[in-house]
């Protein structure tokens, strides 16, 4: 996948955004990314020196830098990054700052410096898996002893099952945007346990059922909106684990990790 074209899209999608929406370009699914953002946040302590990487308009960079000591937050869009400091500027902060960084680079630029390092959906833009692995492999030379890696990305196996299931209710399946290559989860757990160990792994099995089968059905023929009450809905039944059962754990093609540094 050329990473040329990832970021152009993100340069793009940057001019289109609003300073003030509670929809990120991002992640047009704002009760999904809030789902996401509350998974990180559990992960997170007064304490941490933190890097955010891919934090886009920083809309949940804002949470983040909340519940840290320090945050530096690093994107490779500069567009992007010119709303995350419009941001900045006017809720004059002082534990955050924003960096034009690639995650492919940071090697480069970090050892042993970070007791936290960030990524929502940053992985999956990376290209390649070969470029997913350079990341992951960086990530943990820029973590100190013991520093942890809070991640929540997409899943291929996962969305496969999520297809199958919409397939036998004849709803079309859901397609990976160009610029994401999802994880497969075998490979990924194989290969992080090279350089982790896994404390926690989250799911957003309820909210993916609701919003992504339940939903489309119920108001078939139209198509479903991200920011819809149902959708609304099923975040509030995630958050209070209404429906949360083994079996729908399968179909949460988002996953949440928290990785510890061996």
Known sequence: MNLKYIKEYWNNSAIKS??????????RDPFLANLERNFIISCLKKKY??????????LNTFYYKEKVKYLLATDNSENLLK??????????????????????????????????IISQRCIINLGT???QKKTIKDIHKSLK????FVLTEGFSNRLENLNKLRK???????????YNNFLDEKK???????????????????????????????????????????????????????????????????????????
């Open 18 to 27: 609003k300073i003030n929406s509670n929809i990120a370009p991002t992640s």
């Open 49 to 58: 020196y933190c890097l955010e990487i891919g934090c886009g308009d920083a």
């Open 83 to 116: 709303i995350a400091n419009k941001k900045l500027k006017k809720n004059k902060v002082k534990n955050l700052d924003f960096m034009q960084l690639s995650a492919l680079d940071i090697n480069e630029s970090f050892i042993n410096e970070f007791d936290c």
């Open 188 to 262: 990924f757990e194989k290969y992080i346990k090279k350089y982790f160990k896994i404390n926690k792994i989250y799911n957003y099995g309820t909210y993916t059922i609701l919003s992504h089968l339940f939903h489309p059905l119920a108001i078939f023929p139209k198509n479903p909106k991200h920011d819809s009450l149902i959708n609304k809905t099923a975040m509030q039944f995630q958050n209070n684990e209404l429906l949360n059962s083994d079996i729908l754990k399968k179909y949460s093609y988002n996953l949440g990790y928290e990785l510890i540094k061996k």
């Open 168 to 178: 036998d209710y004849n709803l079309q399946s859901i397609k990976v945007a160009k």
């Open 145 to 148: 002893k013991n520093g942890s």
């Open 129 to 131: 898996w070969q470029n």
